[in-house]
């Protein structure tokens, strides 16, 4: 069994997580890394797609509603997420995949089952992407970029020194388990309706340092847009 720990990864994150995908928060990201598969797609036989750290299911559901039209054979996708309430509330809302509560360091599937693999805005474990991967397989990693959600960022570190971020471990570690590929940027702004404001900061991380007061007092202020920016490193064997 994989060991299904408490973390703050919880109900009400991946409700509000839904929601926020739910209201095209993430929509160009999605649609970007459909194209980056779509141009990979094989012309028969069946295409099976894994999303390692799944969350509540809405990222692959997308991608997998994009694909659907222009995939000749059928599309296998399967969803794993070590959080028990993420796979829940993806296996309650979406039928459309298989979904499995499991750890991305140990997937119970067997080796070279999958054509693509995506990883977004989540751990990773390449030796374990590599095991599971055909030889013509790919995989697709998501992380943030410096400005991902700048303005949440900048005011929970308000008053604290400003390190500079830096995604370049993370790639140089991609680097070291696969031949990169492609790497794209995808950057937009996203209008915020008020009553979207307490979803978009109960859906990240981000906000785990804050205090209950401090989260409350970010409630009252303004936040009119967000930036999304992230970076997708395509990589194989
Ligand atoms: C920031 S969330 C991203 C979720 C989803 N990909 C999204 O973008 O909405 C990170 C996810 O990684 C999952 N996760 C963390 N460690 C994991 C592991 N060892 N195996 C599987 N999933 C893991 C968490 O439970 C959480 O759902």
Redesign the pocket.
Known sequence: MPRVNK?K?DKPL?EY?RLI?NNGF?DPLTTRISEIIRGHLHDDGPTRLL??????G??LTKIQQNLSPCATGSLLAVG????KE?IIAAATEYSNAIWCV????KCPFADQQFHFILN????A?YSEFRRLMLDEGMVIKVVPERDHLIEIRDRVYEGFAKEAYSNANIRNQFKEHFTIMNVDHVRYQVNVNERLIGPLLGMT?LTWRLTAEGLLSMHSRDLRKVTMDFMILVGMK
């Open positions: 973390t990864y991946f997580r995908c993430f999303d390692a750290g799944c969350g509540e809405s990222h794993i997420d070590i959080a993420g499991a750890d991305l360091a977004i805005l989540s751990p474990n991380p």
